[in-house]
């Protein structure tokens, strides 16, 4: 059964930076497309950014140009550099694949908390 562990959240300053980090499990993780998503309190959940098998990545428009979603196939993990943060980052943080039919369950996410 697949596992989600993410990890890396914490408080931070606008303008600071956190580096995010998800080890997968029971899965060949090398040959998914993988994402991060993210949901803020009262909103849904919503794509952040995506690193397909080969590395090639997509980002939505409020992070592009300060996010960088990247991924160690030896490690089994995917990692998402931010930076530049905004208090509306501020979000529980969560990976998983990217093909929407194949989600099933969710890790426990790692809380983003981005104020003065």
């Known amino acids: 059964q697949v596992q989600f562990v993410e990890s890396g959240g914490g408080l931070v300053q606008p303008g600071g930076s956190l580096r995010l980090s998800c080890l997968v499990s029971?899965?060949?993780?090398?040959?998914?497309?993988m994402a991060w998503y993210r949901q803020a309190p009262g909103k849904q959940r919503e794509l952040v950014a995506d690193i397909s098998f080969g590395g090639s990545t997509g980002y939505a428009d409020p992070v592009k140009g300060r996010f960088i979603i990247s991924r160690d196939n030896a490690k089994n993990t995917v990692y998402l550099q931010m930076n530049s943060l905004k208090p509306e980052d501020t979000a529980a943080y969560y990976c998983n694949f990217r093909v929407q039919s194949r989600i099933g369950s969710w890790g426990q996410g790692t809380q983003v908390t981005v104020s003065a």
């Open positions: 029971g899965i060949i993780f090398r040959i998914y497309d």
